[in-house]
């Protein structure tokens, strides 16, 4: 096994460590900005190596970016009118 296929493995775990510290610790830019590299990553990624449907996954990583960042300012403005 390569370096490079252990590297790429451990990507997904190193993203779902960071996510849960940042909503840990409610640092709601890192959550964003940790949610927002993800996607920029995994658009990178299948442009890469995605052959005939490299562009296929931009709109559905957008949408998804998107629905996570109204979602987040949603739960943060619900927050701050509760206390």
């Known amino acids: 096994m390569g370096v490079a296929k ?9 993203f ?3 996510l849960i510290l940042a909503a840990w610790k409610r640092n709601w830019k890192w ?5 927002i590299g993800a996607a920029l990553l995994k ?9 005939d449907a490299d562009m ?3 709109k559905p990583a957008i949408t998804g970016v998107v629905i996570c960042i109204l979602g987040f300012f ?4 619900r927050l701050s009118v509760r206390k």
């Open 6 to 14: 252990v590297l790429i493995s451990l990507t997904v775990p190193a």
């Open 16 to 18: 779902f460590v960071l």
């Open 31 to 35: 959550l964003i900005g940790i949610v």
């Open 43 to 51: 658009i990178a990624w299948s442009i890469v190596s995605g052959g």
């Open 56 to 58: 296929s996954i931009i």
């Open 74 to 77: 949603f739960y943060k403005r």
